[in-house]
């Protein structure tokens, strides 16, 4: 089992920044790929990033080059750098872990937190 806390979400207004953390213990050798995704109210969740353990990325076309994934794989730790954000970027924002990144396409991991809320004001 993976267990994963996440941080740093907030109220931030119209071209802001905010750095998103998420922590992971447990079975860290299942980690495997890393990702956030985020959910708005009466919308699906969907991805924004993810991140393999070697540094591989992708990410949505609506937060390319506003929003930037890494990782500590040393720490267990996954973080999300959030720039330039908009009132469209308010969302419960999950993190996501055990997932794969195979070509380009993105393999939801089994194991998420519990979510931070993300609330952008114009």
């Known amino acids: 089992q993976v267990q994963l806390v996440e941080s740093g979400g907030g109220l931030v207004q119209a071209g802001g920044s905010l750095r998103l953390s998420c922590a992971a213990s447990g079975s860290i050798f299942a980690l495997n790929a890393m990702g956030w995704y985020r959910q708005a109210p009466g919308k699906q969740r969907e991805l924004v990033a993810v991140i393999t353990e070697s540094g591989n990325t992708k990410y949505v076309d609506s937060v390319k080059g506003r929003f930037t994934i890494s990782r500590d794989n040393a720490k267990n730790m996954v973080y999300l750098q959030m720039n330039s954000l908009t009132p469209e970027d308010t969302a419960v924002y999950y993190c996501?872990?055990?997932?794969?990144?195979?070509?380009?396409?993105?393999?939801?991991?089994?194991?998420w937190g519990q979510g931070t809320q993300v609330t952008v004001s114009s």
């Open positions: 996501n872990a055990g997932g794969r990144l195979v070509v380009r396409t993105v393999i939801r991991g089994d194991y």
